[in-house]
């Protein structure tokens, strides 16, 4: 089968067809290249492409594909029976879960994610679940509700919504699971008495807990259920604790590493948020660090604020190197250094970021895609002129929640050069004043890069704003 739209391709060296190929969506290339030709099928046949599968609509990191029935067809008929023994992990999710699953056999397969399970779904793959996946040792529910059972169950990656799911998943049920990985996206008080959260878990050697929310519930449910985990070789926790127990290096060391004298690895981030009134003495930042004098191994960073106006403290602790894609709540005390995966800030203040600040978070976040700036108090040093800066990948930018003096720090184009094709959200009366009615030019430049325009208490739109945006989807 040869189709003339390839003949290009065909003229193209290797190295840069390579390229090409590994910058568009996987199941493009696939859909459009598998059957086409010797050389281009060799290509599309490298594990680049086969070794790890989405085929769903949505995959786990939220990009959306389109995959149609006629896409679907193709892959169950052709793809799927000419790369089966070349995929490694597959990601399936209703309606087409069972017709890929049986659409051909998978030697090599030792991941499977499952996402938007029903119950009735997750119970009819488990009741009667395909011999041709018994190397498959990997299983990841994605929200879906874990009520299945496994006696073969090594490792679990799932993300669940409440305490409960997690403690009924370390019930017995799973008894030779060594490896668990979860996020919870509960923020009650509740942890049902009912559930058995004694037993020890004596043959899990790898356990990671994400909060998406915020954590309440400290000494009631994640300090019982680590005290279970005598064997841990690997532990990592990353969640906010709010208004509940203090947690700093005394506490994580009597209430995680005290117990686990085979824990070799122990990366954390824990924000702790406490109210005035519940901590009544206050630590300073030389307290508080000194408290992982434990931690011997570990880089640990720290850092504490009071905020007046709040009547809170925020203290936050993280091992180093920082691993994960976010980091939040960053304030003037933020400690310099090099985060290169992360992609998303959100910053917080109660005194005002200044532009040597912003400077700062330019060389610490190389690769930052989206920032949050939440902060009422102005700019004092507003007029003076600095360095330009340049955030190279940013793409969303969020301003809301801020005075004006950040509107002017981002758009004025003799401070900050911002990339084409950026989201902008900020609040329109802000937007006004910093552009002088949509008229000054210092601030035009970064404006036409604007792609899409979100305002917040926006009236009546002026003629002359779509003039100002000249890009720019307005909202």
């Known amino acids: 089968m040869e189709y003339s739209s390839c003949i290009k391709l065909n003229d193209l060296p290797n190295e840069i067809l390579m390229i090409i190929l590994k910058n568009l969506h996987t199941i493009d290339v696939l859909y459009s290249l598998v059957g086409v030709d010797k050389r281009l099928n060799a290509f599309v046949n490298d594990s680049i492409f086969t070794k790890y599968l989405t085929l769903m609509s949505s995959s786990p990191t939220g990009l959306s594909?389109?995959?149609?029935?006629?896409?679907?067809?193709?892959?169950?008929?052709?793809?799927?029976?000419?790369i089966h023994h070349k995929i490694e992990w597959l990601n399936v999710a209703p309606p087409s879960i069972e017709r890929i699953l049986v659409s051909t056999n998978y030697p090599n397969l030792h991941g499977l994610g499952l996402y938007d399970l029903s119950s009735d779904t997750a119970m009819d793959l488990?009741?009667?679940?395909?011999?041709?996946?018994?190397?498959?040792?990997?299983?990841?529910?994605?929200?879906?509700?874990?009520?299945?059972?496994?006696?073969?169950?090594?490792?679990?990656?799932?993300?669940?919504?409440?305490?409960?799911?997690?403690?009924?998943?370390?019930?017995?049920?799973?008894?030779?699971?060594?490896?668990?990985?979860?996020?919870?996206?509960?923020?009650s008080h509740w942890v049902p008495a009912t559930i058995n959260n004694e037993k020890k878990l004596l043959n899990l050697k790898c356990f990671s807990l994400k909060h998406t929310t915020y954590l309440t519930v400290y000494n009631q449910f994640l300090v019982p259920l680590l005290h279970r985990m005598s064997n841990l070789e690997e532990l990592s926790l990353f969640f906010l604790n709010h208004n509940g127990a203090f947690i700093d290096g005394d506490n994580l060391a009597k209430n995680t590493i005290g117990h686990m004298?085979?824990?070799?690895?122990?990366?954390?981030?824990?924000?702790?948020?406490?109210?005035?009134?519940?901590?009544?003495?206050?630590?300073?930042?030389?307290?508080?660090?000194?408290?992982?004098?434990?931690?011997?191994?570990?880089?640990?960073?720290?850092?504490?604020?009071?905020?007046?106006?709040?009547?809170?403290?925020?203290c936050h602790m993280y091992s180093y190197p920082y691993t994960l894609k976010y980091y939040k709540d960053i304030t003037n005390n933020f400690t310099r250094g090099l985060f290169e995966c992360v992609r998303e800030i959100s910053l917080f203040d109660e005194r005002p970021f200044e532009h040597e600040f912003f400077l700062e978070i330019a060389r610490s976040f190389p690769f930052l895609e989206k920032l949050i700036l939440h902060n009422r108090e102005p700019q004092m040093y507003y007029g003076q002129q600095w360095p330009i800066i340049e955030y190279p990948h940013l793409t969303q930018l969020d301003l809301v929640r801020t005075h004006h003096s950040y509107v002017e720090q981002f758009l004025n184009n003799t401070k900050m050069s911002l990339l084409n094709n950026i989201y902008l959200y900020v609040n329109y009366h802000g937007l006004q004043i910093v552009t002088a009615n949509f008229t000054r030019e210092v601030t035009r430049l970064n404006c036409s890069k604007v792609y899409s325009l979100l305002l917040h208490e926006k009236p009546e739109f002026p003629l002359h704003l779509h003039e100002y945006f000249p890009r720019a989807n307005i909202f």
């Open 65 to 82: 594909y389109s995959f149609t029935d006629k896409i679907l067809d193709r892959f169950c008929d052709e793809i799927l029976p000419e």
């Open 261 to 314: 004298t085979k824990l070799n690895k122990f990366a954390f981030d824990i924000r702790t948020i406490i109210s005035f009134v519940k901590l009544l003495n206050l630590p300073s930042y030389k307290e508080f660090q000194n408290t992982f004098r434990h931690f011997e191994k570990i880089q640990i960073i720290s850092c504490i604020d009071y905020f007046q106006k709040a009547s809170e403290c925020y």
């Open 126 to 187: 488990f009741t009667d679940f395909d011999p041709s996946f018994n190397n498959c040792h990997i299983l990841s529910f994605g929200a879906s509700p874990p009520n299945v059972f496994s006696c073969t169950l090594s490792k679990l990656n799932v993300m669940i919504d409440t305490y409960s799911d997690c403690l009924y998943l370390l019930d017995g049920r799973f008894n030779q699971l060594h490896t668990f990985y979860v996020t919870i996206r509960d923020f």
